[in-house]
């Protein structure tokens, strides 16, 4: 039996709002649904019942009220809400609980020192000033409003603004180089650019404001850039081919604006946001303000249990849509921290410093930052005040069975376990957690409701027990509308549906138990495949990277690539004062022994660091396609990239083999 490290507390979970909502369909739709499976099954059966059920219980505002919940089931193209209007900006800032004009909507820490905090009468009046500012500009419904911005209060009332005007909004961190920005943002031609003038990392400043005049320069469709003061006050560009607006004469400009909200249909775009573009150009993902409002209230509310007098907290940048769900906080009500700089300066204690002192009750991070605090054995409960926390979310990658433990062991067993996984494509989790449901190790508590996954056998049947390919069987409303600059949805069609017609294909291995638990296990299409025997990457990382002499590795199975059977490398990132061959022998008896002796590796190999997208992914395909010897500049994007030096060992490797 796999063991419980948390169970949710009968007299909490009755307090949930998961359990006002089955309360809710108890009464108002005649339903009994006494716990999470059965409330799972019915959602994911009864899409119209379930999802207008969710409308209805946590108030969603319709302008024009829909004719009916879904219209048409088909993947792609389901018809979600025809006919409602309405407006993603007005579910954040409308009154309501949590949401009197003294009460708090975000605190805002950078890392070196700079705070501020803004009530939700505050912000309401800035993303007011600011709405008023870019209609000034031009800026209308349908116009894209694009931000080379950090993760800080200007950036999302930046956005905010945008979606109020029913405009387009798309964002990058600053830290992105000058091409990939341009490879996102000129695709989509945007009216105007909202840029800081530089930012803070790891103790240095950065100042780029050569790169925001790159842009400006190559992307043609600019109306206008705002510019805010971010790293030094007075900040200058140059002429250029349009007007620069100073971010603080937006917000003076329109004292008195009132806020107002335009209604826009259900599925018009709210943002774009991008795959990693690591082998062309990144492709613009659409998603709808409806979509958006229903799934991201529906996890955050229920999922989540996140509401008034919450604090909720997530580390990200704006280049990754965690930045969108952490900002849809405001949807519920709760107090959003926002933090911008590194969480390993001046140490790794600085985020877990952060939710002491601002008494952060939901604490969101990624995986490898767990298992970096695991492996310098941090003490997180002893060092700092944590009673205020009651959960902490890991995404971004598994979250290894040694990180489960550490969490519950160095952290608090009373903090619930929130392992998700799911996508930039649908901009949620479609497996997580939930109040009501216990957290195993290991393991992700149950499938989110309205998610119908399933794993796929290699016949396309639904398996339990068994790893499988992670497949979505029935729509969901934050799905992307379409693809940008895809007028005839093919390309939207060939990244999900090619392998499964009318199935949502998410190219992931999953196993489900059967009590709805389920564990991730990597990429389907980096899988070790080795004498038969298949093997999701992240079962081999965490054997390797339990070692503390492992910083970080990467294992890429060449079978099929440069012969029949291949090779299984083991690329490896020592730490310091650590050789090969001390540690060596030791890896390749545990692999043996807790994988399988096809899973040891041909070759150990070390390297200075491990290629990874902008967003932090392991560059797992675009290393193999180069060890078979595909042509560098085809096999990834070096702007993709957020280390591309990292390449060179690879590409040396390989090098004999490439004509001249």
């Given amino acids: 039996m796999t063991e419980v490290l948390w169970r949710p507390d009968p007299e909490r979970v009755n307090g949930t ?56 089931e088909t993947m792609p193209g389901a018809a979600w809400f025809p006919g409602a209007t309405l407006n993603y900006a007005e579910h954040a800032l409308r009154p309501g609980p949590g949401k009197a004009d003294d009460d708090l909507a975000l605190i805002f820490e950078r890392e070196d020192g700079r705070s501020e905090r803004r009530t939700y009468g505050e912000l309401r009046a800035e993303v007011a000033a600011v709405r008023a500012g870019l209609r000034e500009l031009g800026v209308r419904r349908g116009d894209r409003v694009v931000a080379l911005a950090p993760n800080a209060p200007s950036t999302l009332v930046a956005f905010l603004a945008a979606a109020s005007l029913g405009a387009v909004w798309s964002s990058c961190s600053p830290d992105f180089g000058a091409r990939a920005i341009s490879d996102r943002f000129t695709q989509i031609e945007p009216t105007v650019l909202v840029a800081v003038d530089g930012y803070v990392y790891n103790g240095r400043p950065f100042d780029i404001r050569s790169t925001v005049e790159q842009l400006r320069s190559a992307i043609p469709s600019l109306k206008a850039t705002v510019l805010i003061d971010y790293l030094s006050d007075g900040a200058t560009l140059s002429d250029g081919p349009h007007p620069v607006v100073r971010w603080a004469d937006l917000l003076t400009a329109h004292p008195d604006a009132e806020l107002e909200f335009d209604a826009v249909p259900f599925d018009h775009p709210l943002w774009v946001l991008y795959s990693s573009g690591t082998t062309g150009l990144p492709k613009g993902i659409v998603q709808g303000h409806g979509g958006i409002v229903l799934e991201h209230l529906k996890n955050l509310a229920l999922s989540c249990d996140l509401g008034p007098g919450e604090r909720f907290f997530w580390f990200t940048t704006t280049g990754w849509m965690m930045w969108n769900f952490l900002s849809s906080g405001l949807l519920v009500g709760c107090t959003i921290v926002l933090f911008d700089g590194s969480p390993a300066h001046p140490d790794l204690d600085v985020l877990w410093r952060l939710a002491q002192n601002h008494r952060v009750t939901y604490f969101g991070t990624s995986a490898p930052y767990i298992q970096s605090c695991l492996k310098q054995h941090l003490r997180p409960a002893q060092q700092f005040d944590l009673s205020a926390l009651r959960a902490l979310g890991s995404t971004g990658a598994p979250l290894s069975p040694e990180g489960f433990r550490w969490i519950a062991d160095e952290v608090g067993s009373e903090v619930q376990i929130c392992s998700v996984s799911g996508g930039t494509d649908l901009c949620t989790a479609f497996v997580g957690s939930s ?5 195993w190790l290991g393991e992700l508590s149950c499938r989110s409701l309205g998610a119908a996954v399933q794993a796929f056998d290699e016949d396309g049947r639904p398996v339990t027990g068994e790893v499988g390919e992670l497949v979505i069987t029935r729509p969901m409303p934050s799905m992307p ?28 291995w999953i196993l489900i138990t059967e009590r709805g638990s389920s564990v991730i296990y990597g990429r389907s299409d980096s899988t070790l495949n080795r004498g038969g025997v298949r093997m999701g990457t992240s079962e081999f990382y965490r054997v ?13 199975d060449t079978s099929g690539a440069t012969t029949p059977d291949g090779e299984l490398l083991c690329f490896l990132v020592l730490a310091p004062e650590t050789d090969l061959s001390t540690v060596e022998s030791k890896l390749r008896g545990e692999l043996r022994g807790a994988l399988s002796p096809r899973h040891v590796p041909n070759r150990f190999i070390v390297v200075d660091e491990i290629p990874r997208t902008l967003n932090g992914k392991k560059c797992e395909v675009p290393v193999k396609k180069i060890l078979a010897g595909m042509p560098p500049e085809r096999a990834v994007s070096r702007d993709a990239l957020a280390n591309p030096e990292a390449l060179r060992p690879f590409l040396d490797l390989v090098a004999p083999k490439r004509p001249g």
Avoid: Q
Avoid at 32 to 61: C, H, I, K, Q
Avoid at 489 to 494: I, K, T
């Fill in 17 to 72: 709002r998961m359990a006002a909502f089955r309360d809710w369909l108890r009464t108002n739709r005649d339903l009994d649904l006494p716990d999470y499976a059965a409330l799972w099954e019915w959602s994911t059966t009864d899409l119209e019942g379930f999802w207008g059920a969710v409308a209805e219980f946590l108030e969603v505002r319709f302008h024009t009220a829909p004719t009916r919940v879904l219209a048409t």
């Fill in 435 to 439: 109040p009501d449901v216990p957290v």
């Fill in 544 to 556: 390797v990277e339990g070692f503390d002499e492992v910083l970080d590795s990467l294992v890429i």
């Fill in 481 to 508: 509308v379409f693809f940008w600059n895809d007028p005839d949805g093919s390309r939207l069609r060939e990244a999900y549906f090619e392998t499964y017609p009318g199935v949502w294909r998410h190219g992931d």
